[in-house]
C-alpha cells in the first residue's frame, strides 16, 4: 500500500526533536513497519534523520521566504497548488494521510479527486493557538481551510476526544471523526535499562521530560521539588528538554538554591531519552490549569513504558490514562502541596514504586503502543478502500 504522508506545517519538523516531530516519525516508523510504504511531504525537513529513516523518501515542499506575519498566512496558502502538482507527480497513491495545518487542504483535495482513502490527522484546534500564542490575520481563510480539509476527509484521526469535539464544531460528521490517542515503542521504552545520567547512592530522582513551554507547568515542578527536596535532601532534579521557558526555569531554580541538586539536559535526540528514563525514579507531568486540554502527552506514554511511577496532574486526557492508586498518581492541576504529597508517598511506601511502574507498562502495553495506532490506521484505509470498490462495481 503506497501511502502519501504530508506535513506541510513549517512549525514541525519532520527529523526534530519536539514532541510533534517525535510524533511524525513515530508514526511513519509504525506505518513502515506494518508494511506500508511511506512517501513523506514536508515542508520542514529539521535535520538529519535517525538511521532506521534514512531511506525514507522526502519530498520537501516550498519554503515561505515572507518576513511578515499577513504575507507569511498568504504564501503557505499558496503552497497547496505546488503541493497537488508533487503529488500528481510522485503518485499515484492508494491513501493520502495528512498532519492538518493551518493552511494546507491540498492533501485531502487529492484524495477527494482521485477518489481514495484521505485521512486527516488533527493534533490541536490550530486556529485558537495560533491566534493566542502566535498570532493569526486572515481568520476567515483558516476557518475556510479548516472546513474544506474536514469535509473532504474520508476519516479524521484526532488524539483526544476533545479535539474531536472541535472538529465536530466545523460540521458533524457521524463516523468519520475517530479517536485514536498517541503511542509509545514499548521496545525502545522499556524497564532495566542503563542509566544516562546515573544518581549518587541512595538519591532518589525526579524526572521531567519534554519541551519547556508554558502550559507543561513546569513553574509547578520546581516549587513542588523545592518542597520535596528540602524533607529529603538525597533527591534531585532532572530536567530533559530545551525551550523557551528554560532560562526562566533555571532562574527559578537557582532563587530556591537548589542548582546543586538539579541537571537541565537541554536539547536531546529522542533516541537518548530512553536511557534518561533509566536515570528517574519517579516521572511528573505537571500541567497546569488550562483553558484548553486536549494534548495527548506523549510523555505519559514513554514514562510508563518506562515502568516509572507516574506523578500527574488531572488534565485533559492525562486521567484517562492514569488511573490513581493503579498506574499512577493523580493531584489537582495547580495544586503545588498535592503535588509534594504525592512524592513524598512514593518516596516513603516501600514497594509503592514498583508495583505502580508495574502496573503502568501492562497499561501501554495493552492499549498505547504505535504498532496498535499503526493497525487502527491502516484498518480505517481498508475500510474506506473496500467501500469505494464496490461503490464503482455499483454504478
Known amino acids: 500500500m503506497r501511502i502519501a504522508y504530508v506535513c506541510a506545517d513549517r512549525g514541525v519538523p519532520i527529523f526534530g526533536t519536539k514532541g510533534c516531530s517525535v510524533h511524525v516519525q513515530e508514526s511513519i516508523r509504525a506505518l513502515v513497519g506494518a508494511g506500508a510504504e511511506i512517501t513523506v511531504f514536508a515542508a520542514c525537513r529539521g535535520g538529519e534523520p535517525a538511521a532506521d529513516l534514512r531511506d525514507l523518501p522526502v519530498v520537501p515542499l516550498p519554503r515561505r521566504a515572507a518576513a511578515d506575519g499577513r504575507a507569511k498566512e498568504r504564501e503557505a496558502l499558496a503552497a497547496n497548488s505546488r503541493l497537488i502538482h508533487l503529488l500528481e507527480r510522485h503518485g499515484p497513491f492508494d491513501a493520502v494521510y495528512e498532519r492538518y495545518s493551518l493552511w494546507s487542504h491540498a492533501g485531502m483535495d487529492h484524495a477527494w479527486y482521485h477518489r481514495i482513502p484521505g485521512l486527516l490527522e488533527v493534533n490541536a484546534p490550530l486556529i485558537e493557538e495560533q491566534r493566542k500564542y502566535r498570532g493569526l490575520h486572515d481568520r476567515q481563510t483558516a476557518e475556510w481551510v479548516a472546513r474544506s480539509a474536514f469535509a473532504r476527509a474520508t476519516d479524521v484521526v484526532a488524539v483526544s476526544h476533545p ?29 532495566g535499562l542503563p542509566a544516562a545520567i546515573p544518581a549518587g547512592a541512595g538519591e532518589l530522582t525526579v524526572g521531567f521530560v519534554g519541551t519547556l513551554k508554558p502550559w507543561h507547568g513546569l513553574p509547578d515542578l520546581v516549587d513542588a521539588f ?23 526555569l533555571e532562574a527559578r531554580i537557582a532563587q530556591y538554591g537548589i542548582l546543586g541538586a538539579s541537571v537541565l539536559t537541554g536539547p536531546v535526540p529522542h533516541n537518548v531519552v530512553p536511557a534518561l528514563l533509566a536515570s528517574m525514579d519517579v516521572a511528573v507531568a505537571p500541567y497546569p490549569v488550562l483553558e484548553q486540554d486536549y494534548f495527548s502527552p506523549l510523555k505519559l506514554y514513554e514514562y ?12 485533559g486526557q492525562v486521567g484517562e490514562v492514569v488511573r490513581h492508586g493503579v498506574n499512577g498518581l493523580l493531584y489537582e492541576p495547580g495544586n503545588v502541596p498535592a503535588l509534594v504529597d504525592a512524592l513524598l508517598a512514593i518516596q516513603g511506601t516501600p514497594g509503592l514504586a514498583a508495583r505502580l511502574g508495574r502496573a503502568a507498562r501492562e497499561s501501554v502495553l495493552r492499549d498505547h503502543t504505535w504498532s496498535a495506532v499503526a493497525q487502527k490506521i491502516l ?5 474506506r478502500s473496500n467501500r469505494r470498490i464496490l461503490a464503482r462495481i455499483a454504478v
Open 163 to 191: 479535539v474531536a469535539q472541535h472538529v465536530e464544531s466545523f460540521g458533524p460528521r457521524p463516523g468519520h471523526i475517530h479517536v485514536i490517542a498517541n503511542g509509545v515503542d514499548a521496545d525502545r521504552f522499556r524497564p
Open 226 to 248: 523545592a518542597r520535596f527536596h528540602e524533607r529529603v535532601p538525597a533527591t534531585r532534579l532532572l530536567i530533559v528538554g530545551d525551550g523557551p521557558e528554560y532560562e526562566r
Open 304 to 315: 510508563m513504558a518506562a515502568s516509572l511511577p507516574v506523578v500527574a496532574s488531572r488534565s
Open 379 to 383: 484498518a480505517l484505509i481498508a475500510a
